[in-house]
């Protein structure tokens, strides 16, 4: 089991390590997050109401999205190999790029399963895996993290 997880942290290390690599050498800052006329607005996206592991309630649009260049990712905490995988290798993307995170770039890991994953289970999962600045854990209603969770992002 241990291997298993090992080569999932791998896999997926190279994943996220090739995304961000891409994001950086297309630009970064606001401009190229949300250029004008682009379609991904507030007209595409919903501004549902979302609650973070502090318990701080925010918008998805206006809030976490609106001029901002964003990864975002889906979890659960009770999640076997995978989960536990692709946080540790959003991890090692994040210290790649620590002096950026919260400033101009932000991590969201929003929560498949909002009526086991509360606020406080998604701090204690962030704390397992030191996060930091620029990185929230997310939950709402299960409604709308199915409806996030069918917006295509490219």
């Known amino acids: 089991m241990q291997y298993g997880f090992i080569r999932e942290i791998k896999r997926f290390s190279g994943y996220w390590i090739g995304i961000f690599a ?10 190229w997050a949300a250029p004008q006329g682009n379609l991904w607005g507030k007209d595409y996206f ?7 592991q502090n318990g701080k309630k925010v918008r998805f ?4 999205l609106k001029g901002k260049v964003v990864a975002i990712n889906f979890i659960y905490t009770h999640c076997g190999d995978s989960c536990p995988a692709e946080t540790a290798s959003l991890k090692q993307v994040y210290k790649l790029i620590e002096d950026r995170m919260g400033n101009d770039i932000f ?5 498949i399963d909002p009526d086991r994953d509360t606020p406080k289970v998604l701090k204690e999962y962030a704390e ?3 996060t930091g600045k ?21």
Do not use: A, Q
Request: no cysteine; aromatic share 14%.
């Open 128 to 130: 397992r895996f030191k």
């Open 46 to 52: 919903p501004n549902l109401e979302l609650t973070d």
């Open 22 to 31: 891409m994001l950086l050498t297309l630009g970064s800052g606001v401009s």
């Open 134 to 154: 620029g990185w929230l854990f997310l939950t709402g209603s299960k409604t709308d993290t199915t409806l996030i969770k069918k917006i295509r992002f490219i």
């Open 107 to 111: 991590f969201y890991s929003i929560s």
């Open 61 to 64: 649009y206006d809030d976490l």
